[in-house]
Every structure is written in structure tokens, then in C-alpha cells.
């Protein structure tokens, strides 16, 4: 097991360099540059300003630059936020990216797999089909448009929650975000859940078990679960991707000072350092949590083995 | 089955429990918009309210809080509430005594001697001394601080020079003739000039904590500031929080306690905010919402003209534009810029027939046929159209080049088929993202007309003027006219306002006749204020001190 950890550590090393490699000269292939501005700058102090921030170096010479600095932990200042470095950026960012993002994964897997295994065991009852019809719009209602309606019901109209912002930090700042970022995957894991839920408790192992006169609820919980759980597991991946670029949109519009807005600005910005420092975090992250999925299932499945 | 059912449904109970809890209660502190009842401003409509916080929307992240390094107008509008320069500005706009108490002007008008309030501290309690302002100068106009606003200082004595590393900082026209004195000269009369001292790259920064902390001198807890506020706290893009500056020489008069300043980059978002009562004033707000904003809450408009021009260019220095000001001027008049006020952006602005919005001390020009009636406009342009060689068998094919934004499509559009209704012009839009359109603009190679808008820097007609000289910042059309250059230049310097504005409004006359732009409106500020903000007077630049604003009881 520890050995399978360190190859697939090492083994990310190239994924990681391909993903730098590629952000960094495509960010700078964009057309436009950080401070071409309405009206242009005297061109002594465009070339002052890009002399201070090595942009006027031959491009193979910056990216070794810039590793350079990414194995000393530097992602660099940012040219956008004069008074930040990348690095401090991120590191104000992240946390509350990081709150909004595992409550909305924690939300949608408290209420996925509850209503996904309540469908699986009602099976064509009404409740089965509300819960699906409603997943399916869950799914297919994006989360720019959803947001909005949330926060005008309950911010604009009842004015129980904010309309937006981070405030002091409180659970109330966070409710709206996070619901809006976990409506699709509840939706998602609900559907996977009522499915893999309808398989498992078919199958030999579970007839075998209520042959045994085991208690249902045992035989749910012990029996049950923990394979139907499989499907949801290997979507934890894909869903915390999800829940990341969905932050991106979510945070824009609840006005929350998470990592998806400074990759928005920074890309729109032509900030290349703020943009690479994001994509270079959130890729060792995307990375990582593929491996904890990886390592999950060989605790879930008895039949997968790392050697 | 159903023992078990209840057994999933238990989390999802106990979240739904948890979210409920956590929304019972706060009505108190978070009063719905509809259920306010109170009169505003208690019974004499004047009483103040007990918590004097001002939480303005302010667009995008504030790109510095450091005076001499900052652009854009969400950095300046927190650091004219935390510096003070030697002016200030009144709420009406007009010039006052800010840092200097009072000032000298030579009778050349090229020396200005700027006496200081001896009473001015900084946040920390030191006092502001002539050596602080000499300091500051000097460092906005040093390469090493990178500004990029050092133009603002430039009719200086080796301004210039300074700013493009060529002298040191030292040579610079600034000298402490005392600790309260200071002296600043000029290589030539310039009459705006008090107006240049309110830009923020003419602010004083406290020398100690600059060489204390470098750039982290503006962190909360590092920044120290001469305004009547002081930095309390910064969160990156959520907000930024100001508190009274107790030191402040006129911190008696100062109402407010404390001034947010939020983050509003999604304009939408910005308007539901504030209609949720987080927000006691709006940046800006969405040009769709302006028809429900008229039904709904036109009495909390807070709508003034701007000094800043909506304009396209055309590109001199290509077919079909090169050399041809018929078809510039036919392209111009065909356009009813009444429509495009009145219908597609319709929140006030007004239809532009010169280059130079209304300012201090100029007589706006406008192209003779601004005083004709549209169908007499458009009769012209067809003779133009066709003296220009075109015809409805050979009419112009061009582009219209726009950076993407909602309402510069729809504005677009209507021009584009105001030229296909009155001349038959085949004009196709095109959009662009904002620093590639800029890319392309600036290039001059693949547009034909082009989408611009121009903010004034400080409040004088030379801040338009100077942009179309030859090879100007902002002059993406290529345009180049020795005579225009050269009453420009003479305006500069011209010491007689007078005869000054006379030479400026000969240049916008040769402007108007070769067309290289052709202006469509001026802009106005479209803020959204509760009825609860004293203080707030409108003004050209829109520029306001959050000093001169209270709460009032609601």
C-alpha cells in the first residue's frame, strides 16, 4: 500500500509538469498582456514594468524561472494585486473555497445517498418518481441559475440569509453557496445511488442474508451499503472537479472571495502568475484526491488489491 | 421497508434541522426590505441613525491600496477616503483646502507655494510635515515605485525626466522651504494643475512604515494614512473596512464611524445585494434593470452626468477610412443618437455631437449639424455617402469591432442597422474579450470601427484633448493632423484660461470636421442609493469623500 502511494505520487510529478508546461506558455499566448490598459502606458514604463516582472525575457528563460521558484514553494507576486504575492493569495482564498466546497460535498452525500437509497427501496412508489423527477431537474437546472433564484426568494423576498459575501465568516453567509453548489451533485449522487442500491439488493449475498433472518436494517447497513457506496466513490473524483469549477461560477455571484474568482480575474487580468499559482494548486489537489478515491476503494472492495 | 426508509432520511432531516436553525432568529439583525415602516430620518427627517456605517458597492478587488502604484477607480475611491491630498474636493466637485490650508501662485503662475496645516497628523499620530510631501512626490514619480499615473505629474519641473529614469529623483520640482512650506514649480503655467493635486498619485504616504514594511506597507495594521479614515481590515475580494481616523485634523466634523467598501464585480449580484439592504450604495447598475429600477425604486436613482465620452473609431490609417472624412462624417450623421439614448441605453445619457463632455471652464463643440433634425442629418450623409464614391449597387462593406459586453452589443447593432437603414451599409459586429480587443485595437491592422470610451482624468478639457494628438495614449484610430498637434500644444502653454480654452475648442472644431471618432453620448454614473445616505452630492467625476456623508435614522 505505501509503496503504491509512493508511485503514484511520483508517477504525478510528469502529469503536474505537462499541466504547468501547458497553463504557462498558453496563458501567454492569449493575446493582450497584464498591463495593456483603455490607454496605453508611456512605453518606458510598460518596459520598466516589465523589466521588474522578467516579462521581457526569452520565454524558455522565464519558465525555468518560474520553476525555479515553484521548488522553493514560490508561485511568484501578482501583477493584478500589486500588494500580494500569488502565494498569500492563495492562502486567502483556498480556505474559504475549501469551506464552501467540502460543505457542499458533505451536503450532497448526506443528501444523495439518503434520498438515492430511499428511491432504491420504494422502487416505483411515488416517492421513487418524485425523487428522480426532481434529481433530473436538479441536474438539469445550471447553478448560475439557480443561485440567483435562491437568493432572490430567500435573501430578497424573505430576507432570511445574505444575498452575498462571506460577512464575518458565519454558517448563514455560507448556506446559500453551498446549497446552490450541491444541488446538482445531490441530484447526481441520488440517481447513482438509487441505482447501484437497486443492483446490490438483488443480488445473491443480500437474498442469502435475508435467508440467514438477518434484521433489515443489518442487512442495509452492513451488507448493503457499503458495496452500493462503490459507484459514489469513484464519482467523488469527478465530483470534486465539479464542485470546483462549479465554485468558480458560484463564488462570482455570491460575491465570495474564494480561489475561483482570483482564476477568473486573473485570467481576465492576464495576471499569468495568479492564473498559474491556481491552476498549479488545484491541480496538485485534483491529483491527490484521485489518489484518496483510488485508496478508498481498496478499503471498500475487497477485491481491489494495491501491490 | 418504511423503518429503514426513516433511517436514510435521518441526515437529510437532521441538515434540513440545522439549516432551519441557523435562519431562525437572524430576523432582527437582517430587517427584509419590505418590512421597514419607520419614517426616514425620525420625526424632523434629520435624526441621525445610532450606527453611522456606510457599505458602498465598489466594483472589481481594488487593484492597491498604495496611492502611487493604484489604477482605476476602486482603488481611488477607498484612497480618497484614507489619504487626503494637498486639495480636496467639495461634494459639488469644486476645489477646496485639503492637506494645505491655503496656497500662493506666482504671477507667472509657474511657482505654487502650498501652506500646511500644522494641525494634519497621520493615523499614527506623527505630524505631516513639507518633508513627507517631498518624500511622496518623489517616490510617486520614481521608476522603482512602477506608477503608472506619473503623467498626471508632468507639468512638474523634470517631471518627465524623473519618471523615465533619466534624472534622479532629486531634481524633481519639489523643495520643503519649511517643515509647513512646501514649493512646487512648473515648467509652464498650467491652470489645472490644483486639480491634478486631488489624482491619488499626488497623495503622501507616511515615509517610516514605507521603509518599515516595502510593499506591505498597505496591509491592515501596516498602513498608516492622513485621511479622516484609516484601514481596519482587507479581506481580497469580499471587502475592505475603514474607521474613523481619530486624528484627523478635522476629525470633528467627520459623522460616519465606519465605511465598507465591498467587492461588486457581477453587477446583477451587485443590484440584489443592495436590494437586500447589504449595500447603503451601488457602483453601477445593470443597464437592463434600469426599466424595472424606474417602476420600482426611481426615487433611490442617484443618476448624474459623468465626464466621459462612448465613442467609436474609425481606423485612418486603412481603407476604407484612410483619407476620407466624407465617409467618416456620412457613417457619423447617419447615426440617431437620440434613438440610442432614448431607447438602447436609456438611463439618462446624453446624445454627444462633440468630443469633450460638459467640463469646467470650456465651451463644449459639436458638429454643425447637430441643431438639424435627424431626417436633415441623414439626407447629408447620403450626399456624403455618395460624394465618398459609394452607391446602393457599391455600398461599404465594414466591421464594427466591440469589446463583449451586453451593452455594447446592443448599441452595435442599432448603429449597425441605422447605417443599413439611411445609407445601405453592410456592416457586420464583431466582439472580442477585453485585453484582446485592446491587443487589436491598438495594432490598428484588423479594425475598421471600433467600440471606445474615455473617462477624464481630472476635471479640464486638455484630459480629452491630449488623447487624439498624434500617436496619444488612447488614439487607436491612427489619427495625425499637424494643426490639431500643434493648438494643443499651444494650449498647454497658454497661461490666459481665456485664450487657453479658445485654442482647445479650435482643436475639438478640427476634430469634428476630420471625424476621425465620431462621439455617440455621454455617460452618466448610475449609483442606486438607500433613502437613509445623507451627504451624497453628484458630481462630474463622480468622486466622493465618505467624510462627507451620515446615516440617517431608519
Known amino acids: 500500500m505505501l509503496r503504491y502511494t509512493l508511485r503514484r505520487v511520483l508517477g504525478a510529478i510528469p502529469t503536474l509538469l505537462i499541466l504547468i508546461a501547458l497553463a504557462f506558455f498558453m496563458i501567454r499566448l492569449a493575446p493582450g498582456g497584464p498591463f495593456d490598459a483603455e490607454r496605453a502606458l508611456l512605453p518606458e514604463i510598460e518596459a520598466n514594468l516589465r523589466a521588474t516582472y522578467h516579462l521581457d525575457e526569452p520565454l524558455p528563460m522565464q519558465f525555468a524561472r518560474y520553476l525555479g521558484g515553484l521548488v522553493r514553494g514560490d508561485f511568484g507576486p501578482s501583477f493584478q494585486y500589486r500588494d500580494y504575492t500569488v502565494t498569500e493569495l492563495i492562502m486567502t482564498g483556498f480556505p474559504v473555497s475549501l469551506r464552501i466546497g467540502l460543505g457542499a460535498m458533505v451536503v450532497a452525500l448526506l443528501f444523495g445517498v439518503s434520498v438515492g437509497s430511499l428511491a432504491a427501496l420504494r422502487q416505483n412508489s411515488r416517492t421513487d418518481y418524485t425523487v428522480m423527477a426532481m434529481s433530473m431537474t436538479g441536474i438539469s437546472i445550471p447553478n448560475f441559475v439557480m443561485a440567483p433564484i435562491l437568493i432572490l426568494i430567500f435573501a430578497v423576498y424573505l430576507g432570511w440569509l445574505p444575498a452575498g459575501g462571506l460577512g464575518d465568516g458565519a454558517i448563514r453567509n455560507l448556506i446559500l453557496p453551498v446549497v446552490s453548489l450541491a444541488l446538482p451533485q445531490i441530484a447526481y449522487i441520488a440517481r447513482l445511488t438509487r441505482g447501484s442500491m437497486i443492483e446490490v439488493l438483488r443480488s445473491p449475498f443480500i437474498r442469502t442474508a435475508k435467508a440467514q433472518g438477518l434484521p433489515q436494517a443489518k442487512i442495509l447497513l452492513r451488507h448493503a451499503l457499503k458495496p452500493a457506496l462503490l459507484p459514489i466513490v469513484s464519482y467523488l473524483g469527478p465530483a470534486t472537479a465539479a464542485v470546483i469549477t462549479g465554485s468558480v461560477v458560484i463564488e462570482q455571484i455570491f460575491g465570495v472571495p474564494g480561489l475561483g474568482r482570483f482564476f477568473v480575474q486573473g485570467a481576465l487580468n492576464r495576471d499569468y502568475t495568479l492564473v498559474m499559482g491556481v491552476v498549479v494548486f488545484y491541480g496538485v489537489l485534483i491529483v491527490f484526491a484521485n489518489l484518496l478515491v483510488d485508496l478508498a476503494y481498496a478499503w471498500l472492495d475487497p477485491k481491489v488489491k494495491y501491490a | ?554
Open chain 2, 1 to 554: 421497508m418504511s423503518r429503514y426508509s426513516i433511517w436514510f432520511a435521518t441526515p437529510a432531516l437532521i441538515v434540513t434541522c440545522a439549516l432551519v436553525a441557523c435562519t431562525g432568529g437572524n430576523d432582527a439583525d437582517m430587517p427584509a426590505a419590505a418590512a421597514r415602516s419607520a419614517p426616514i430620518g425620525g420625526a424632523t427627517g434629520m435624526e441621525l441613525a445610532e450606527s453611522q456605517v456606510l457599505r458602498w458597492g465598489n466594483g472589481s478587488e481594488p487593484q492597491s491600496l498604495d496611492p502611487h502604484g493604484a489604477t482605476g477607480s476602486p482603488s481611488s475611491n477607498i484612497q480618497r477616503d484614507l489619504f487626503e491630498g494637498l486639495v480636496n474636493e467639495a461634494p459639488n466637485g469644486d476645489l477646496e483646502p485639503g492637506a494645505a490650508a491655503s496656497w500662493d501662485i506666482s504671477d507667472d503662475g509657474v511657482v505654487y507655494t502650498f501652506h500646511l496645516r500644522p494641525d494634519a497628523r497621520w493615523s499614527n499620530g506623527d505630524p505631516v510635515t513639507a518633508e513627507d510631501w517631498v518624500f511622496s512626490l518623489r517616490r510617486s514619480l520614481d521608476p522603482a515605485t512602477l506608477s503608472q499615473y506619473t503623467f498626471i505629474m508632468s507639468p512638474i519641473v523634470n517631471a518627465d525626466a524623473v519618471a523615465a529614469g533619466e534624472l534622479p529623483t532629486s531634481e524633481l520640482g519639489v523643495r520643503a522651504i519649511d517643515d509647513y512650506t512646501l514649493e512646487i514649480t512648473l515648467h509652464s503655467p498650467t491652470p489645472y494643475f490644483l486639480g491634478l493635486l486631488t489624482h491619488s498619485a499626488t497623495y503622501a504616504v507616511h515615509r517610516p512604515s514605507v521603509e518599515a514594511h516595502g510593499n506591505q506597507f498597505t496591509r491592515a495594521g501596516n498602513l498608516v494614512s492622513n485621511g479622516a479614515f484609516m484601514l481596519e481590515d482587507w479581506v481580497v475580494q469580499s471587502h475592505i473596512k475603514l474607521v474613523r481616523n481619530l486624528e484627523y485634523w478635522d476629525n470633528a466634523t467627520t459623522t460616519l464611524d465606519e465605511v465598507w467598501f465591498y467587492v461588486t464585480e457581477d453587477q446583477s449580484a451587485e443590484l440584489r445585494r443592495y436590494r437586500a439592504d447589504e449595500l447603503d450604495i451601488t457602483y453601477t447598475v445593470p443597464k437592463r434593470q434600469v426599466a424595472w429600477i424606474d417602476e420600482n425604486i426611481s426615487d433611490e436613482k442617484a443618476f448624474a452626468p459623468y465626464l466621459a465620452t462612448y465613442y467609436y473609431g474609425f481606423n485612418v490609417t486603412r481603407p476604407p477610412f484612410k483619407d476620407n472624412p466624407q465617409l467618416r462624417r456620412a457613417l457619423s450623421l447617419a447615426v440617431d443618437r437620440e434613438i440610442i439614448t432614448g431607447q438602447v441605453t436609456a438611463a439618462g445619457e446624453v446624445p454627444a455631437y462633440g468630443w469633450v463632455p460638459p467640463v469646467n471652464g470650456y465651451v463644449g463643440q459639436q458638429m454643425p449639424e447637430a441643431a438639424w433634425t435627424q431626417e436633415e442629418r441623414n439626407t447629408e450623409a447620403r450626399r456624403l455617402y455618395a460624394e465618398a464614391g459609394y452607391s446602393g449597387d457599391n455600398p461599404l462593406r465594414t466591421e464594427i469591432m466591440y469589446n463583449t459586453q451586453e451593452d455594447h452589443r446592443r448599441i452595435a447593432l442599432a448603429v449597425a442597422a441605422m447605417w443599413k437603414q439611411v445609407l445601405g451599409v453592410e456592416a457586420q459586429i464583431l466582439n472580442q474579450e477585453w485585453k484582446v480587443f485592446l491587443d487589436t485595437r491598438r495594432q490598428m491592422v484588423d479594425t475598421q470601427v471600433f467600440r471606445s470610451g474615455w473617462i477624464g482624468d481630472y476635471n479640464d478639457a486638455n484630459t480629452f484633448a491630449e488623447l487624439l494628438v498624434t500617436g496619444g495614449g488612447i488614439n487607436n484610430s491612427g489619427y495625425s493632423n499637424a494643426d490639431y498637434d500643434a493648438l494643443v500644444r499651444q494650449a498647454a502653454r497658454e497661461s490666459d484660461l481665456g485664450a487657453r480654452a479658445g485654442l482647445l475648442q479650435d482643436a475639438e472644431v478640427i476634430l469634428l470636421e476630420d471625424m476621425p471618432i465620431m462621439p455617440i453620448y455621454f455617460y452618466v454614473t448610475s449609483r442606486l442609493k438607500k433613502p437613509w445616505v445623507g451627504g451624497y452630492e453628484p458630481n462630474i467625476m463622480d468622486h466622493h469623500r465618505s467624510k462627507n456623508f451620515y446615516i440617517l435614522k431608519h
